[in-house]
């Protein structure tokens, strides 16, 4: 019933940034808790970032704090991550997800139910 679509990915320098997009559509009137999470190639898919239904309330991975950055206008139905600096290790393909929020902020993949397909991230030193 909710679809989400991700955009902004792309191939990029060490050191470079870039501004992910993601677009929801379909659903209810009920407010969703979003997410971005990432998976490289042979890797588990891990968290990233998530942000409250109303933007009051945001989680990042302690490893990326002070570089990724989620953000979401309500209004446009859009979820942003913003990454700035990223390295080699960033190169995954990062996903969109979404929640109904009925009530805690869990950050497991678990706690998602609806998932974009992905944008590739690649970054080249």
């Known amino acids: 019933q909710v679809q989400l679509v991700e955009s902004g990915g792309g191939s990029v320098q060490a050191g470079d940034s870039l501004r992910l997009s993601c677009v929801a559509s379909g659903g209810t009137a009920t407010g969703y808790d979003m997410g971005w999470f990432r998976q490289a190639p042979g890797k588990e898919r891990e968290f990233v970032a998530a942000i409250r239904y109303n933007g009051g309330h945001t989680d990042h991975a302690e490893s990326l704090k002070g570089r990724f950055t989620i953000s979401r206008d309500n209004a446009k139905k859009t979820v942003y991550l913003q990454m700035n600096n990223l390295k080699p290790e960033d190169t995954a393909v990062y996903l969109c997800?979404?929640?109904?929020?009925?009530?805690?902020?869990?950050?497991?993949?678990?706690?998602?139910?609806?998932w974009g397909q992905g944008t590739q991230v690649t970054v080249s030193s």
């Open positions: 997800a979404g929640r109904p929020a009925l009530g805690g902020f869990g950050t497991a993949t678990r706690f998602f139910n609806y």
